[in-house]
């Protein structure tokens, strides 16, 4: 209420604003196998966020085949600030187990990575690892990814593998998986100090802490690339025999152009050592063979809009559909893509040449409107090699999350 004054003059009045409501990025969620921590701990399948890598020790007990602590120490060294974590139930089906936990982050908003470390714990019985069951798992990762439409899979490469048996994998992955597909792959994985000694663990919590440095220091449009990994010494990379890729042979190999030249033309991305630079990500591709959505930056910066709209667009549902809501949600969105622009999203030395947004009749014919439909157009040019992608938003009665 406006305070009344009788006497003219100057008046100072406080005025506190409300914070605008802040999209985090670079949270993902880690799913596998861990026991309950000396003070008891969470239910199988329920959430748990972390602040800190002390915070794992804190909740869980680490089961000896987990690789669930390196992946939560890994992530807060390389800068990140907070993840989730479900621990599955390791007694019966660990498939199953682990598609369940999978499910327990499906209705969190505010996280946009995902990561199943411990699919690399399925074993046959004779000690091997079970691939067909591992790619599973990362295959309803991707499932997942793409259902929900808000956050990409950071999936590891078998471990001990030749460029033949990543290829084999990737090409796998995404069979059946319908495009874009949210994920990247990692390859190899990387040799780690912690508690338990020297261990070979794969490396999508080191990767997602740098998702996280990246977005923080500046933004989702950012690849993810040429960042230093820390935590760790070494690469783990040795020569498979010929005729049984599970059993190694002496020699290791070093992940050089050459096989780079292999892996990355088909989304594989590498990690590499380079002297006087340390151990770097040398990638940043997804799995999509979709030239539009092959840079993990670009792909991201759509995920991150899918977000925003969720969570800023929800006022058009049963509104009027006439032009006064068609100029608001014409303005709402240019607001926001006009500050992506000025931060650097985007391609262009003006919004014009940036993006565009259009709601309006042509987007929105008589025989939508009747069906309830609000239909607004975006292009984007994303810092990519592509021009402008164009997305179609479809406001129903019933929900907002339409962008594809």
Not at 119 to 131: E, F, I, P, R
Request: hydrophobic content about 40%; aromatic content about 8%.
């Amino acid at each position: 209420m406006a305070s009344i004054y009788k006497t003219p003059g100057v008046y100072r009045e406080e005025i506190f604003l409300k914070p605008e409501a802040q999209l985090p990025t670079g949270v993902p969620g880690f799913v596998g196998f861990a026991d309950a921590g000396s003070q008891g701990g969470p239910e199988f399948n329920t959430p748990v966020a972390l602040h800190r890598k002390e915070d794992f020790a804190a909740t869980f007990s680490s089961r000896p085949e987990s690789f669930l602590g390196e992946t939560v120490t890994g992530f807060f060294d390389n800068g990140g600030t907070r993840c989730y974590v479900v621990r599955a139930d390791p007694d019966g089906d660990r498939i199953a187990a682990l598609q369940n936990a999978l499910g327990a982050l499906a209705p969190l908003n505010d996280l946009d990575l995902v990561a199943a470390p411990d699919a690399m714990t399925l074993l046959l019985s004779n000690g091997k690892l079970d691939v067909p069951a591992i790619v599973q798992v990362q295959q309803q990762t991707l499932s997942h990814c793409a259902e929900l439409g808000n956050r990409l899979a950071i999936l590891d490469a078998l471990p001990q593998r030749t460029t033949d048996g990543i290829l084999d994998q990737r090409h796998k992955l995404t069979v059946g998986q319908a495009e874009p597909v949210n994920g990247a792959l990692y390859y190899p994985w990387i040799k780690t100090v912690g508690e338990r000694g020297e261990r070979l663990a794969p490396p999508c919590g080191h990767v997602a802490g740098i998702f996280a440095r990246t977005d923080a220091r500046v933004g989702v449009f950012k690849a993810p690339a040429n960042e230093e990994i820390f935590g760790v010494f070494d690469l783990g990379v040795r020569v498979p025999k010929p005729d049984d890729p599970d059993q190694e042979i002496d020699g290791e190999i070093e992940i050089d152009n050459s096989i780079q030249d292999q892996l990355n033309p088909e989304g594989v991305n590498c990690l590499r050592a380079f002297r006087g630079r340390g151990i770097r990500v040398w990638g940043a591709r997804t799995l999509s063979s979709d030239p539009n959505w092959r840079y993990v930056n670009v792909r991201r910066l759509f995920l991150t809009l899918n977000r925003w709209i969720d969570m800023n667009m929800a006022f058009a549902t049963f509104e009027p559909n006439e032009p006064r809501l068609w100029a608001r949600i014409q303005r709402e969105l240019t607001t926001y893509l006009t500050k992506l622009a000025r931060d650097g999203a985007l391609k262009g030395a003006t919004p014009d040449q940036a993006f565009f947004v259009k709601c309006n009749a042509e987007t929105n014919p008589p025989e939508l409107r009747e069906v309830g439909q609000v239909v607004t157009e975006i292009g984007l040019a994303p810092l990519s090699p592509a021009e402008f992608i164009v997305v179609r938003i479809i406001h129903r009665a019933s929900a907002t999350d339409s962008l594809q």
